[in-house]
């Protein structure tokens, strides 16, 4: 059996995407930028794109902007927010994506921003009282607090992050790519200033996403080099990507309820069927369905002497999946999540992602496989 449980790391393309996409390709080939009827054309099916991402997050399509992916969206956020906003603090957490941790890390290596850290516990849930009481010290601050952790899955409540970022007249970025497209975001009422999105996280393609930016905030570009994106993002658009991001958007919102309830389920499943199986297995992260994303779930395994080969082994039996273990030393390549949380470096933690593809066949598959690796290496 074959069970792919990396839908976190990329999901497989919906294949209704895939039929818009290959359309575009064959018939709307001409240069967005162009007066002429061809690129009238395809200029029509980017802006039809970004009103219905736009629609779907109760957004103004002039604040939602096509980028490469959400790396793109979410350095186009943090270096241009702190280079023009006149932001010289910034607030995050260690657990947040590379994406997030490295450029805010860089701009303060080269003295353009201090940047503070939030205490995490030892599930993984940001202390919000700690971001107020560095708001208080600091406000106008650059906050970047993601909405669901890519690892471990927690979920941070943006209303309260926004409650707080407002109060004390800070910018709040926040890294979407594991929620977009899997739980609903009305930017009419949450008030935020900027969000990103990645098409490959919900059955999009590879290659582009989306940065929204409140209107109220006037920034420069990321890349120069052209007017496209109204000024925003030099370089000739992605055209069959865009059409295909806001198809998989569309898609997702249409059965978001139907396939958050089965994938919960499945989620769900897994850990009591792991419980049951192996002794003193254990979660990293909260597996709290109220603040944990249903699509990911992190497992700590008792199997310590197979910690090095451990993603190999699942490999060779047919199973897709990502982990790592805790740093145990400054050296050590390991997950900074994990390490964050100071989950154990000994134990092997494997993340299992879920898509509305999977089923429990598969589980009970994966389960099995994992008790006997625990049991007979």
């Known amino acids: 059996m074959q069970v792919y449980l990396d839908n976190a790391a990329t999901t497989a393309i919906d294949p209704e995407v895939i039929e818009v996409m290959i359309a575009t390709m064959q018939n709307d080939f001409g240069n967005p930028s162009s007066i002429h009827t061809h690129g009238r054309q395809v200029k029509t099916i980017v802006e039809k794109a970004r009103k219905t991402i736009a629609n779907l997050l109760h957004a103004s399509p002039s604040e939602i902007f096509f980028t490469s992916g959400g ?13 023009d906003l006149g932001i010289t603090h910034a607030i995050t957490s260690p657990i947040e994506h590379h994406a997030v941790l490295h450029t805010l890390e860089e701009l303060e290596k080269t003295g353009k921003v201090h940047l503070d850290f939030l205490r995490v516990d030892d599930e993984g849930h940001i202390d919000l009282q700690h971001l107020e009481e560095l708001l208080q010290k600091n406000p106008r601050s650059f906050v970047s607090i993601m ?4 690892e471990i899955g927690n979920l941070t409540d943006l209303h309260k992050v926004s409650e707080l970022c407002q109060r004390y007249d800070a910018l709040l ?4 790519v594991q929620t977009m497209g899997h739980y609903p975001h009305n930017l009419s009422e949450l008030k935020i200033d900027f969000i990103t999105g990645a098409g490959h996280k919900f059955h999009g393609p590879k290659g ?10 006037k920034i420069k570009p990321l890349i ?22 806001a198809k998989a958007l569309e898609i997702a919102y249409s059965n978001m309820e139907e ?8 989620k769900s499943y897994m850990i009591d069927e792991l419980t049951k199986a192996i002794p003193d297995i254990r979660f990293n992260g909260c597996i709290d369905p109220k603040q944990s994303l249903y699509t990911v779930l992190n497992v700590s395994l008792p199997c310590t002497e197979m910690a090095d080969v451990l993603l190999f082994n699942l490999d060779i039996m047919g199973i897709s999946a990502s982990g790592g273990s805790a740093c145990s030393s400054g050296s050590d390549i390991g997950s900074h ?27 009970d598959y994966v389960v099995g496989k994992l008790k006997e690796i625990c049991e007979h290496g």
């Open 71 to 83: 790396t793109e969206a979410d350095n186009m956020a943090i270096v241009r927010s702190i280079e």
């Open 173 to 176: 970025h926040s890294d979407t």
């Open 259 to 266: 396939h958050h309830a089965y994938i919960q389920e499945l």
């Open 337 to 363: 999540v994990l390490t964050g949380i100071k989950a154990d470096s000994q134990r092997p933690s494997v993340r299992f992602s879920f898509s509305k593809w999977n089923t429990k066949a598969e589980i």
């Open 208 to 217: 582009v996403g989306f940065l929204y930016i409140n209107g109220k905030n």
């Open 224 to 245: 120069y080099g052209g007017a496209q994106e109204r000024n925003m993002r030099g370089g000739t658009e992605n055209i069959y990507g865009i059409a295909g991001i």
């Open 147 to 150: 909405q669901a952790n890519n």
